[in-house]
């Protein structure tokens, strides 16, 4: 009989650490869309930016540098176009490190599956189970391994 409640205690362990890594996968996505979001946004201002007015004030430029400076028309038009890959390269920074900082949620998440895959590892590998655990009660942590899980999971909700 205490193998069966051994059993249910370990199904029931597992279940809660689905659900778990459920709910913690939702709020990643969650902040993972919110992060991205800015990244997406910078970069569609920047192609129209360098589609439409950078193209036109760069060639402008140019001829500024040719007719008042008496620049050749090859010279001018290399220095706007180095300005023109200057400006587009500090916009693509912003995107990488919008990007950056959205993958970030979500390798937080990994860690924290390996950690529980690890916690459930352990929990597969122990002999004996607590004794007067049946399965039925109302289910609490009862070793230091658990009391660490489940404090860390009573304030999951509290990352968002």
Same mark, same amino acid.
Request: overall charge negative.
């Given at each position: 009989?205490?193998?069966? #409640? ?6 029931? &362990? ?8 459920? /709910?913690?996968?939702?709020? &990643? ?17 920047? #192609?129209?930016?360098?589609?439409? #007015? ?5 060639? @402008? ?8 400076? /008496?620049?050749g028309v090859p010279a001018a038009l290399l220095v706007a176009a180095t300005l023109g890959l200057l400006i587009t390269t500090c916009l693509l920074?912003?995107?990488?490190? @919008? ?36 399965? &039925? ?16 999971? /009573?304030?999951?909700? &509290?990352?968002?």
């Open positions: 009989m205490a193998q069966k #409640s051994g059993i249910k205690r370990l199904i029931h &362990d597992i279940t809660d650490l689905i659900e778990l890594q459920f /709910e913690l996968f939702a709020v &990643d996505g969650k902040l993972f869309f919110s992060k991205s979001l800015v990244g997406l946004t910078c970069l569609t201002i920047a #192609s129209a930016t360098a589609i439409s #007015s950078v193209t036109i004030g760069l060639s @402008s430029l140019a001829g500024w540098l040719h007719f008042e400076h /008496e620049w920074v912003g995107v990488f490190v @919008s990007a950056r900082s959205a993958m970030a949620s979500v390798g937080e998440s990994r860690t924290e599956l390996k950690e529980n895959v690890a916690w459930l590892k352990a929990l597969l590998l122990r002999d004996n189970f607590p004794p007067g655990s049946s399965g &039925d009660e109302e289910h609490e942590p009862h070793d230091a391994f658990n009391t660490e899980f489940y404090r860390q999971r /009573e304030s999951w909700p &509290d990352r968002v």
